[in-house]
């Protein structure tokens, strides 16, 4: 069975930092990007970073770009966020996404409430 399972969702003061974790089984997480997306009360789903298998190439979006970054580590099976300098708009539910060719896997994602 297919499972993607974030954790480190919190709530966090405005300037603040936290750490996002997706735990990845039942399918070969080595050979799929992973991505981070997030969807902000009320609004659509929005890309936040990308990194592709072998950690050789990350993309962020321009509104976490230099705040954020992105990692992983395949003997873990596991993809991070480290989310620094945290604005009120960062404020949303974070899902991670393996994406191998056509093959998507979700998971239920984690809330982060950045307050103001």
């Known amino acids: 069975e297919v499972q993607l399972v974030e954790s480190g969702g919190a709530l966090v003061q405005r300037g603040g930092s936290l750490s996002l974790s997706c735990v990845a089984s039942?399918?070969?997480?080595?050979?799929?990007?992973m991505t981070w997306v997030r969807q902000a009360p009320g609004k659509g789903l929005e890309w936040v970073s990308t990194?592709?298998?072998?950690?050789?190439?990350?993309t962020y979006g321009d509104s976490v770009k230099g705040r954020f970054i992105i990692s992983r580590d395949n003997a873990k099976n596991t993809v991070y966020l480290q989310m620094n300098s945290l604005k009120s708009e960062d404020t949303a539910v974070y899902y991670c996404?393996?994406?191998?060719?056509?093959?998507?896997?979700w998971g239920q994602g984690t809330q982060v409430t950045v307050s103001s």
């Open positions: 990194i592709n298998s072998a950690s050789s190439s990350v």
């Open positions: 996404n393996a994406v191998k060719w056509t093959v998507n896997f």
């Open positions: 039942g399918f070969t997480f080595s050979s799929y990007a």
